[in-house]
T-cell receptor
Framework: RKEVEQDPGPFNVPEGATVAFNCTYS??????FFWYRQDCRKEPKLLMS???SGNEDGRFTAQLNRASQYISLLIRDSKLSDSATYLC????????????FGSGTRLQVQP | EPEVTQTPSHQVTQMGQEVILRCVPI?????FYWYRQILGQKVEFLVS????????KSEIFDDQFSVERPDGSNFTLKIRSTKLEDSAMYFC???????????????FGDGTRLSIL
């Protein structure tokens, strides 16, 4: 069964902390990778795509290790507004391009 | 910024009734999707749609479900005879890109909460 697995957390961190989330995926043919964030009872919102060489967007850094089938997200200088569930999302190479979601990692940033 | 819009935001329906969920994808997008999320669970793929036909569907998308693009803007999901277990948040998504293999991300609407009584 094709899966995307994440530590559900919660991760409770103080403001200003650096926090890292990891994700593994089982389908080695997966082609595209994303991190979405989801606030309680809201829609998933794209945080960033994840590229093979790794990429950074402000305080957020994403890494991909295809050999280990592992994706990571690093958040530096955490803000209260970063509190959310972070969804690891994979686009498998099945031709249908539907997204496969992890269960999400919950982050709570505390003052 | 263009966005995917969904109506209604909340639908309460008696078991066995038909329900239609509506979505307006981003205007220049060609690939459309429906997902659902049961409370406390992960987001699950239902169906993808391109060029006026279903591209792929999951095992959840059985004969009770159908999708349609009745005009140039709306994309609908119909559940023919609702069951209690259909209660969930339903998300519509759309994607740009020239081909089915594009790596463009999908953009989600804010969802319809469906409650079956």
């Amino acid at each position: 069964r094709k899966e995307v697995e994440q530590d559900p957390g919660p991760f409770n961190v103080p403001e200003g902390a650096t926090v890292a989330f990891n994700c593994t995926y089982s389908n080695s043919a997966s082609q595209s990778f994303f991190w979405y964030r989801q606030d309680c009872r809201k829609e998933p919102k794209l945080l960033m795509s994840v590229y093979s060489s790794g990429n950074e967007d402000g305080r957020f850094t994403a890494q991909l290790n295809r050999a280990s089938q592992y994706i990571s997200l690093l958040i530096r200088d955490s803000k209260l507004s970063d509190s959310a569930t972070y969804l690891c999302v994979v686009n498998e190479d099945t031709g249908r391009r539907a997204l496969t979601f992890g269960s999400g990692t919950r982050l709570q940033v505390q003052p | 910024e263009p966005e995917v819009t969904q109506t209604p935001s909340h639908q309460v329906t008696q078991m066995g009734q038909e329900v239609i969920l509506r979505c307006v994808p981003i205007s220049n997008h060609l690939y459309f999707y429906w997902y659902r999320q049961i409370l406390g669970q992960k987001v699950e793929f239902l169906v993808s749609f391109y060029n006026n036909e279903i591209s792929e569907k999951s095992e959840i998308f059985d004969d009770q479900f159908s999708v349609e693009r009745p005009d140039g803007s709306n994309f609908t999901l119909k559940i023919r005879s609702t069951k209690l277990e259909d209660s969930a948040m339903y998300f519509c998504a759309s994607r740009g890109g020239d081909t089915v293999y594009s790596n463009q991300p999908q953009h989600f609407g804010d969802g319809t909460r469906l409650s079956i009584l």
